[in-house]
């Protein structure tokens, strides 16, 4: 007698998916640790061969280490959004920049005159080919920054983000996980939305479809917006210990002076022609000044944190890999930057080299070392079917209890 097999459970199929590690959720610093080495990264090349590599190494990462959470499923919304700046750039550059253009002209339009106080501008005229690829590269630059970062939003929690949040920034930083949960959040509502209008027959289409999917979706972020207020404010949200003036004058004094060092730090880091030593004493210097800061605010926020998410080496691997990434191609910047920004006057063909290939590739390597994410709900071909149980045949019980005894299949 042959009876089928059950398939494997979720938590087998994630460890299956893991090289048999047991599912967890990923620190969200690490994630957004990868997510800025990647921007990082994008932010040194307008190489459209570099930057879909980028792309790509963030879609397969997403794909293999995201959760079935509902602001997971985001990172959709955020390719459109580059698709969206790409060819907004480029039309931006055929409206305001074409009559400069100088090169292979590719379609000759009109050019609209303009007054003598509009000097410089150009409405329309000659589309070169290299004005609509100047377009085209930063453009693409752009969005691949956005898609990076909206990668990291797709794979950290901002909840879980929230409580790694240090006490001194815990009210900005709940600002900010908000800002950055709306995204997320609308997207649930929309499919929420959607598919209640399914399930209640809705065949409404055109503006009208819109107008039952908007409303909605406003009422139910208010509702939302008024329910965290109430939960934040039943906790005692925004209630600090009393400190002395001049205490509260230096922690301010200082997180403020030291933001503004890492501030000043990171750009001369990242524009090529700042001197090195500003870059190299400005960022230290900042980061130890605002942690001063940090550490002397915290002390007037009572807050506690209930089971507060650790740096294990999965971690520690996840954020090196995006921010090694981001310094091995700023090293190629630094050392030769010719296949990083490609030719337009003359046209060349983008090229790629071994040293920012290898570089890229090191950013992929979190969709294999970082643990698999936890499944709140099987997933498709996950679920075990149920049994079949024409093949066994009952059989009567004890005499006189009227009861009815199953046969175990045994293999």
Known sequence: MNVPHPKPSPT???????????????????????????????????????????????????????????????????????????????????????????GHVLVDLPEIPLPAWAAGIHLFGPVALEHVLGGFYDGLRLATMIVCLGAANALASPKRMLKAVPAALYEVGAAVVVALSVAPQLVESVQRVRRARRLRGGAQKGMRALRSIAIPVLQDALDRSLALAAAMDSRGYGRNRHLPRAIRLLTGVLTLVGLIGVCVGVYALLDGSTPRYLGATMLPGGLLIAGIGFVLTGRRINRSIYLPDRWRPAEFAVAGCGLGTGALLYLTSRIDAGNLYPSL???????????????????????????????????????????????????????????TIREKSVR
């Open 12 to 102: 087998a199929a994630a460890l299956r998916r893991g090289g048999g590690r047991l599912p967890r959720t990923v620190h969200p610093g690490a994630w957004w640790l990868w997510a800025l080495g990647l921007a990082t990264a994008a932010s040194r090349t307008t190489n459209p061969l570099l930057l879909a590599l980028l792309l790509a190494v963030s879609g397969l990462v997403v794909a293999n280490r995201r959760s079935d959470a509902p602001w997971a499923l985001a990172f959709r919304m955020y390719l459109f959004l580059g698709l969206f700046i790409i060819v907004m750039r480029v039309l931006f550059r055929i409206v305001f920049g074409a009559g400069a253009a100088s």
């Open 345 to 403: 006057s003359p046209l060349a063909w983008p090229e790629l080299a071994p040293l920012p290939v290898l570089a890229l590739l090191v950013g992929v390597l979190p969709a294999w070392l970082a643990p698999p994410p936890p499944l709140t709900a099987p997933r498709i071909g996950d679920t075990a079917p149920a049994p079949d149980t024409s093949a066994v045949a009952p059989r009567a019980g004890p005499a006189g209890t009227g009861t």
